[in-house]
Structure formats: C-alpha cells, structure tokens
C-alpha cells in the first residue's frame, strides 16, 4: 500500500509536490519532441546521440554553478527562477518549430540551456523534500516522487508522440512552456526556505570542493552514484527509440511515445506497491540486484524482433528494477549526508542520474551509427549487469549496508 502520510502532513510538500506534476508533464513533450525532431531533419543515429552530450555539456556547467550557491540561498527562490529559465528554453524551442526547419545548433543550444537550469534546480527541489517531511517520512516521500516521476513519463511520451502526429513539434514546446507555470506558482506559495546554517558559509568553488571531498570520502554514498552510472550509461537506450519504431517496429511517432512511456509503467507499478521499502534491512543488496535486472530486462528488449508487445513488456520490467534501484539509492545517499551538505549532494546525484542517460544516449547512438541499433541495446544491457557485478565487488560498503529500522 502506498503510504500517503508526508502529502496529508506536509502543505509545503503537496505544493511541491503538485508542481512538479504540472511541469514535469510538460517536459516530457519537448524530451521527446526533440529526440524526434533531430531524427527528422538529419536521419543520423550520431546526430541524435549528439543530443545527449550537448545536454551532459549543460549539466556539468549548471552543476559547478549551482554546486558553488545552492546550500547558500532559499532554496524556494532557486526554485521560482530556474523555471523563468527553463520556459525560455522552450520558447526557443517553439520559434525554431514554427519558423520550420531550425538549424540543430538551435536545438542542441536550446537543450544545452534546459539542462544547465535543470542541473540548480533539480538539486533545489531534491534538497527541499528532507526539509519538508523530515527523516522518518523521507523513504515514504521519495516513493511519492516516484510515483510522481513515473505518471508523467507514461502520459507525457504517449501524449507528446499522438501531439508530434497530429499537430506538430510546435505543439510539444508550446505545451512545455506553458506548464513551467505550474512549479512557479506553487513555489510562490511556499514558505522561504534559507539555509539552516550561516548563510555566508562555502559558497564559491570552496562549497564545490567541500561537497566533492564529501563523496570521496563516504564510500557509501559514492558507491550509489557509481552504480547508477554504470546502469544509465549502458542500458538507457533511449535516445535509439525513434529509430527503433521506424525501422524495426515500422510504425511512427505515436510508437516513439510508446517507447519511452513502457518503463514508467513498470516503475509506477513499483513505486504504488512501494509501501514494503521501510521493511528492508539490506537495501544497498536490493540496489545491487536491481541494477542487474535492469540491464537484463534491457538486453531481453534488444532481442525481440519486430514484436511491439513483448518489447513493451521487457521495457515495463526495466522500469520497475529502476525505480526499486532509484528508492533505495536516494534514501541511503539522503539519510548519509548532513543538510548542510544536502544541496551540492544533490547537484551530484543530479549530475549522475541525469548525465548518465545523456552520455548513454551518445553511447548507444555512437554503437548503432558503427553497428546496428539492436547490438548497441544488447551490448549495453549485458554491459549493465556486468558492471553491477564490478561495483558490488568494489564497494563492500554497499553490499554490507543495513538500516536498523528498514530504509
């Protein structure tokens, strides 16, 4: 049963909470707007993996911005200005999409943007939540997230692959734009939310170092991060769903949407039944095993054929091994971490859950332009569960973990 206690206790949270619905559903239309488009004007599996590096090149730069200010500043106003940022992001988008035809440096500009913004205020949010519902109901909030992740990325890629179909890429952004509304005025309605300790304390390239050092120096909470790359970099196969629905299911946009929605159904079928998560004692195994099914579930789906259903299904198992990886993951990582610390924590765990499928997508399309599209799967799912192995046996300290009052 899903615990719904942090949402009836917390206003501060349903605000933020109810937000992120808004403008995270809007996202998901310019995510795979522009996968699509860029498939469109230049046929070129390099070209869309191409995307994803622009996008990894914004998020390095957004997250040594933010990194130096972000456990420094109300949190709340971080929040209200990134989604001014963002929904000019989609502005230029949506000009280039009616214009017709914009030049790729547009739009790899255009994603490089999103991705610098999303890089401070992803962690702003992230950051908020330990705040807002406190220690004991993290586990139970962090699965709300999920929940809240996963409905948007089974409704906005379906939605956006039918809008792309009827009436356009312009039709995506504008809808993008118009729901960065949504956070912003939630936040406005929020309480500030300063820093607990001296506001004057590490800011600059010194809170940079001091979050870095904190990494190094918890092996715990590094050993997450490291095996949320290995299954990001090598089993997200997201950026080869265009041409996969064109040349092996042979079908178009509305199946791209299918595509990128499948593993947001298994992950919200996860996370509703994610009520059991405070009963496990050993979650840095549950991570471990998590990640392996994930990149066997990937490997399973390059091996279908043309048969739409069971790639679906193979997608949907992958989806709910993450989402059980990505529970376990942020609660160890958050309980491990001060809040002193919690924002620049962030910035990192932002930079790996997000870089990592950014740098996969120039992986997986850089494998498919020098093979094909099902060996680049393949390969990164069989990758995957090797590199889980690797981690667990690098990291004892994940494998040893245990919370005395479940996770």
């Known amino acids: 049963m899903l615990d719904l206690t942090p949402l009836r206790v917390s206003r501060d949270y349903r605000l933020l909470w109810t937000g992120q619905f808004v403008s995270e559903l809007g996202y998901q239309f310019a995510r795979v707007a522009i996968y699509v488009q860029v498939f469109e004007l230049t046929g070129s599996a390099a070209a869309v993996g191409l995307t994803g590096l622009t ?41 280039g999409a009616v214009a017709g035809d914009p030049p790729l440096t547009l739009i790899y500009g255009a994603n490089a943007l999103t991705a610098f913004v999303g890089a401070i205020e992803h962690p702003a949010r992230s950051a908020m939540t330990t705040r807002l519902v406190g220690t004991d109901l993290l586990p139970a909030a962090l699965t709300l997230n999920q929940v ?62 001091e979050g870095l050092a904190f990494v190094r120096a918890n092996r715990l909470v590094s ?36 595509l990128f929605a499948a593993p947001s ?56 091994a993450d989402v059980i990886s990505a529970i376990f993951r942020s609660t160890i990582a958050q309980l491990a971490t001060p809040d002193r610390l919690r924002g620049r924590l962030s910035t990192i765990f932002i930079v790996v859950v997000t870089g990592g499928p950014r740098l996969g997508d120039f992986e997986a399309g850089l494998m498919a332009s020098w093979f094909t599209p099902t ?16 981690v667990a046996l690098a990291y004892p300290e994940l494998r040893r973990h245990r919370s005395a009052a479940g996770t």
């Open 223 to 258: 050993s997450t991060f490291a095996i949320d790359l290995v299954a990001m970099v090598f089993g997200m196969p997201a950026a080869l769903f265009p041409i996969l629905a064109i040349t092996q299911f042979h079908r178009g946009p509305a199946i791209v949407g299918l």
């Open 375 to 390: 060996i680049s799967v393949v390969t990164g799912g069989l990758a995957c569960i090797a590199g889980a192995g690797v």
């Open 55 to 95: 996008g990894l090149g914004g998020l390095l730069a957004g997250s040594l911005v933010g990194s130096s200010f972000i456990d420094a500043r109300d949190r709340r106003s971080i929040l209200m200005w990134s989604q001014v940022f963002l929904a000019l992001a989609a502005a230029i988008l949506l000009v």
């Open 148 to 209: 809240l992740w996963q409905t948007v990325n089974i409704v906005g890629p379906a939605a956006a692959g039918v809008a792309i179909s009827a009436f356009g890429f312009g039709a995506a952004y504008a809808i993008d734009l118009v729901t960065y509304a949504g956070l912003l005025i939630a936040a406005t309605m929020m309480r500030p939310m300063p820093p607990e300790h001296d506001p004057g304390a590490a800011i600059g390239w010194a809170a940079v170092k």
């Open 265 to 320: 159904v298994g992950a919200l079928a996860g996370a509703l039944s994610g009520g059991w998560v405070r009963r496990v004692h050993r979650p840095g195994i549950a991570v471990i095993w998590a990640v392996a099914a994930w990149g066997a579930a990937i490997a399973a789906f390059g091996l279908v054929g043309s048969n739409l259903p069971l790639a679906l299904a193979f997608l949907a198992l992958a989806g709910a």
